[in-house]
């Protein structure tokens, strides 16, 4: 017991040190205390995005290889998106367990070489219709693929939706972001910001709807779980730095971000630790899923549950993030 204890003491200490030092600079911009109200180009946004989720968790439901055909099946209808967007799709593919599995591209190509990739997991955890985690993310993946493709950029940007990202497979070697992260690194590719988009529709205005890894990040961050989350590893603190300011700046929603080590909870859970694997700076957008989300990994994570207003002011603001990132 004592062990654990001494572990929870170091682990405490360790955040609040991290913490310190991540926000020992004034987080970029001020932030807003409450969400902006929707523009008509939002409300529309809104819709596209309940649409997407309707599809992948209310009419395909659970996708993953347990549910082999409806992975499949998800996979289509992301392709169709792609190409209803005017972009040609290609599925990058590998082997496991005896069957294809497939991790779906869409590239706008740029002036340069430089990449700004936005990805998404499209399955979901078994048992679950994964609406939230992570229809979510893939939905606002198509969105914002939709709303470059016929944009011009400085940068290539490319959209992708993961497969496999959901246990047995996270954290390994079959993990489909490590496959394609560790394909592009072989490839010498020039990723110079791969953002997740993971779990992002969840908000609560209720006191203490907000909870973290341990009891004494509560002192720096809100106990409210009405903003959205921007994390990194120590050495994308940069890039998060300026997703952050950009975002911030248009005023849209609140939000919060840390840069800390991989290894506290809740700070690698999703594909950008593949990307961190191959040595390319990443960062996660997320509402904190299990931190904030009552309806993590089970059955109740269904579209009714997700805040669309919200949603898509997240979506909106990500697109003024893209953009600018792309200039260069």
């Known amino acids: 017991m004592w062990r654990l204890f001494l572990a929870f003491i ?71 998106s792609f190409s209803n967007a005017g972009l040609k799709s290609q599925r990058v593919s590998y082997e496991l367990n005896g069957r294809s599995c497939h991790n779906i591209e869409a590239e706008i190509r740029g002036a340069s070489n430089k990449i700004i990739l936005v990805g998404a997991h499209y399955d979901s955890v078994p048992g679950c219709p994964g609406a939230n985690d992570n229809g979510s993310g893939v939905a606002a993946m198509l969105a914002l693929a939709r709303r470059f493709a016929e944009r011009s950029t400085t940068s290539t940007l490319r959209f992708v939706a993961f497969v496999n990202e959901e246990p047995p497979y996270f954290q390994t070697p079959q993990m489909g972001s490590f496959v394609y992260a560790g394909r592009c690194k072989e490839r010498g590719e020039k990723i110079a910001a791969m953002i997740s988009l993971e779990t992002i529709g969840y908000f609560s205005n209720a006191p203490n709807s907000q909870s973290y890894p341990a009891p004494i990040f509560s002192a720096f961050y809100p106990k409210t779980g009405n903003f959205i989350g921007f994390v990194s590893n120590t050495r994308s603190r940069e890039l998060l730095r300026r997703i952050m300011s950009s975002f911030r700046s248009q005023k849209k929603i609140p939000s919060q971000g840390a840069a800390l080590p991989a290894f506290i909870p809740g700070t690698s859970w999703s594909d950008q630790w593949s990307f ?53």
């Open 276 to 328: 961190w694997q191959h040595g390319y700076p990443a960062i996660m957008v997320t509402d904190t899923a299990p931190f904030r989300y009552p309806h993590y990994h089970k059955s109740s994570d269904t579209l009714d549950k997700l805040d669309y207003d919200r949603f898509a002011l997240v979506v909106s603001g990500m697109g003024k993030v893209i953009s600018e990132l792309a200039r260069d």
């Open 10 to 80: 170091l682990v405490s200490a360790i955040g609040v040190a991290l913490l310190w030092w991540s926000q020992g600079k004034p987080m970029p911009e001020r932030d807003v205390m409450i969400a902006a109200p929707l523009s008509p180009d939002e409300v529309a946004l809104r819709e596209e995005l309940r649409a997407d989720v309707q599809t992948l968790a209310g009419d395909i439901g659970e996708r993953n290889m347990f549910r082999y055909a409806q992975l499949n099946q998800a996979a289509e209808f992301i392709e169709n």
